[in-house]
């Protein structure tokens, strides 16, 4: 099992102890992706299927907001405790306390598990995460994740300017606290998108869509509707900065 040098811990508990550290914070930066999970979650993967749905790695809820938004079912599960108790507190869902890759919950429990920036937390342990997702999904797994692909040229100095702006700001003194208590966990790896689709026939899941589109950063002089705007229309078979894979059971159909 991968350890943290630095910390003595291995990658699970490492990953507990740096999100429960960083749960308010990482709350009030999810609006960052908020325009993509409207569009996906709310849009697509909420009105496309029905039953009980998986919020895999839920952190604060940023999946299970939107789906019980437009009248799902969804019960959220995360390693953090804390992620958990603000994601109850603030969308009022059912959460529970655990590890991605244990799920404590029996065979074909959900008939959909939505799992968006969860897997790269654990690259190295993606074919135990897949053989959790495989076997609590009955009918649908529907995945987003950042690709290890790059994205439009177009886009590469409004990327390269975000992340200029984050690192200033990450060095102000008001943003110390958050820099201290929160940074990319070492574990962290962007995943290969043919992986995940390899993955997920593995468990017997036939990949229905498969989709790259590209991250528009919350700049303040870009609307979110303008954003949106430019999310569906970069929407792209072979690359971009992230990818949205949905796969179903052979014997389950999408409506």
């Not at 099992?1 to 003595?8: D, F, K, L, P, Y």
């Not at 929160?182 to 290969?192: G, N």
């Amino acid at each position: 099992m991968s350890r943290c040098v630095a910390t003595g811990l291995d990658n699970r508990e490492y990953e507990k102890v740096l999100h429960d550290a960083a749960a308010w914070d990482y709350e009030r930066k999810v609006s960052e992706w908020s325009v993509e999970h409207k569009y996906f979650i709310s849009a697509r993967w909420g009105r496309n299927f029905r039953g009980l749905f998986l919020d895999y790695g839920c952190g604060t809820g940023l999946v299970s907001r939107y789906i019980a938004n437009i009248g799902r079912e969804i019960i959220g599960v995360d390693i953090s405790k804390n992620m958990c108790k603000i994601a109850k507190k603030l969308w009022r869902i059912q959460v529970v306390i655990g590890d991605c890759l244990n799920l404590p919950f029996k065979d074909k429990a959900f008939d959909v598990i939505c799992i968006s920036g969860v897997l790269h937390h654990f690259p190295h342990q993606l074919e135990r995460a897949f053989s959790e997702i495989g076997r609590c999904a009955s009918k649908a797994v529907c995945i987003i994740e950042s690709s290890a692909t790059p994205p439009r040229t177009f886009l590469r100095p409004i990327l390269f300017l975000n992340k200029l702006y984050g690192w200033i700001l990450s060095r102000l003194y008001t943003y110390t606290h958050i820099r201290e208590k929160y940074t990319c966990s070492i574990f962290e790896k962007p995943l290969d998108p043919h992986r995940l689709v390899k993955l997920c026939k593995k468990e017997g899941l036939q990949i229905s869509e498969i989709r790259f589109f590209n991250h528009i950063p919350r700049i303040a002089f870009l609307p979110e509707s303008f954003r949106k705007h430019l999310v569906n229309s970069m929407l792209s078979f072979d690359r971009g900065t992230d990818v949205e894979i949905i796969a179903t059971r052979y014997t389950f159909k999408q409506k």
